[in-house]
C-alpha cells in the first residue's frame, strides 16, 4: 500500500512541478478519442471492414486469437484447388491459413481482448497513439526542454499521419512508433543518469546497491521490455534499428556497463519470446516469419555474414567485397534506387507537409550555429536519426506502392507516409526552435511588455496555423482523407450485404480488390481468368461448391467470349447474377458437366 501510495503521490508532484504536463495529458485524451471516432463509426453502423488487406488479417487473426488462442484454420477445399482459397496478407499450405504480417499487434491486441473483449480491438491503437503521445513529450522534454516539448507535442498531436493511421487502426506503424518512443524515454532516463561506483565504506555500498536495483534496474528493465515490443510489432525495421542503434550505442558506449546491458537484453529477449515461440509453431523457426521473401534474407544474411567474418580473420580479402554486395543486395530485395527514394521523400515529405519541412530546416540551422549547449546534448541522436532516416529513405523509396489507384496520385493513404513515420517525429523539435525564435523579429519593438504580448500571439498563432493545416489536411485535404472513409464505408456496406445476401453461406467468392470485405463471413480467392492453372482449380471447385465471382461489370462481349472460348476450355460458364451498382456485378461460375482436369 505505501509503494503505491508513494508512486500517486510522485505522480501528483509531476503535475505540480510541470505546468505543461496536464495539459498534454488532457490533449492525448482527446486525440484517443478523436482518432477512435472512424472505428467507432464503424461499430455503430454494424460495419467493422478495413480499406487494406493488411488490416483485415490483422483483425482477423487478433479476434482468432482472442476466442481460440490459435493463430491457424483450416479451409478443406484448399486440399483439391492448390491453396488459391485466401484472402490478400494470408498465408496457405496444406489447407492451414496462416498469419502473412508479423505477430506482435495480434498477440498484444488479442490477449487484451481475452481480458476486455473483442469489442476493445479496434480501439487499442489510438490508445497507444495517446500513450506514445506523452512519452513523445516526456522525451522531448528531457533533450530540448519544457517549452520545446509542448510545442512539438502540439505538432506531433495534430501531424496527419499520426491521426490518420491512428484512425485506421489495424495497421503496426503507430503501434511500432508508440513503443520505439517509450522505448527511447527510458533510455535516455537510463543514460542521463551516472552509472553507480561502489565505494569501500558500508553507507556508500548501501546506497550504491539502491541505486543499481532500484534506478538503473527499472529503467533498463523498461528500455528493454519496450524496445522488445518495438521489434515484435514490426520486425523488419530491424534494418535501420539495428545500425541506428548500434550507432547510438558508440558515441555513448561510456554509460553503458555490463549490468544495464545486461538487463536491457534480458528483458528485450523475454519481450519477444512469445513471438519466437509462435514463429517456431508457425513457420518451423523462432527467426522466421509469414514472409518468405524475409525468410530467404534472413537465410542469405545470415549465411553471407558468416562467411564474412571468416574471409576476414582467415586473410581472404578478396571475398569481402563480394560477400558485402550479397548481404547489400539481399537487403535491397526489391532494388536499389537513389533517385527514385529521394523524388519520393520530396513527395511525401518537402511537398506534402512542406509547412513542416521549411521550418525544420531553419530550426536546424539555428540549433547548429547558435545553440551549441542543446547541439551538445542532442548531437548522438541526431547522427542516429540520420543514419535511420538515410536507410529508410532508400530501402523504401526504392520501392514502388500503388495503394491508390491512380500511380500518379501522392496521397497520405500511400504507404510511404506510415513507413518514414520515425523520420517525421524528429522534425518537430526543430520546427518548435523556428517558433520559439521567428518571434525575435520584433526586436524593434521598444516597449518590453508590448513586445512580450505581440512575441507571443505571433507564436501561438503559428502553431494554430500550422495544427489548421495539418487537421485540415487529414481529414478532407487529400482524396484518401478521413472524411471520405465515412462515405465509403456507407457504400461498402451497401454493396457487401448485397453481396453477402446474394450468395450461401459456404460458398467461394472470386475477387480482385473486394477479398477484404468478404472475408471470413465468405471463402474468398484473389484472381481473374487469365491464369489457365486458376481456371483448373475454380473448375474442381464449382463442381462441389458454389463459386461466383466479383468484380467490375463486364461487357457482353467479354462475357460471350469467356463462355465461347475462355471458360469453355475448362468446362465452365460464368452467369450474371445482379449487378450490384455502377461499376460492379456479381457472377455465378459453373460447372456445366462432370470433365476431368489434371
Known sequence: MKYFQKILSSIIKAFKDDKFLLPVFILSVVFIILSSILPAFQVKQDFLKFFSPDENANYVFTKLYQETDQLTFFEKYNLIAQDIIRPRSYFSYQGIIKPVSFLGMTLLYGNLAKVFGSGIIPFLTPLFAGIGLIFYYLLIKLLFGSKNAFISFLLFFSFPVLIYY?????????????FFIIALYFLTKLIQKKIP??????IDKKKYYQELFSRDFVFALLTGLFLGLTIAVRTSELVWLIPAGLLFFLFNIKKFNWWRLAIIFSFLFLALLPVFYNNQLLYGSPFYGGYNEMNRSIENIGQASGSLFKSFFSGHLSEVGDLIKSIFNTIFYFGFYPLQSFFMFFKYCTEMFWYLFYPFVFGLVYLIIYDRSTFKKVWTYGLSWLVLSLILILYYGSWK????????????????????????????????????KIKNIFFWIK???IKKIVSNAFSVSLIILIMFLSLRFVYAGSEEGLKHYFSKSRIAKIEVEQVISLTEDRSIIITEYHDKFLFPERKVIVGRFDDDNMNKNYYRLASKIPLYYYNFTLPEKDIKYLNERRLKDFNLRIELVKSINDAFSLYQLKALSYCPIN
Request: charged residues 10%; hydrophobic residues 45%.
Open 401 to 436: 506502392f500503388v495503394d491508390n489507384p491512380d500511380p500518379n496520385s501522392f496521397t497520405i493513404g500511400n504507404s510511404y507516409t506510415r513507413y518514414w513515420l520515425p523520420i517525421y517525429i524528429s522534425l518537430f523539435p526543430f520546427v518548435s526552435i523556428f517558433i520559439l
Open 197 to 202: 561506483s561502489i565505494k569501500t565504506n558500508q
Open 447 to 449: 516597449k518590453i511588455r
Open 166 to 178: 491512428s484512425a485506421r487502426s489495424m495497421f503496426h506503424n503507430v503501434l511500432f512508433l508508440s
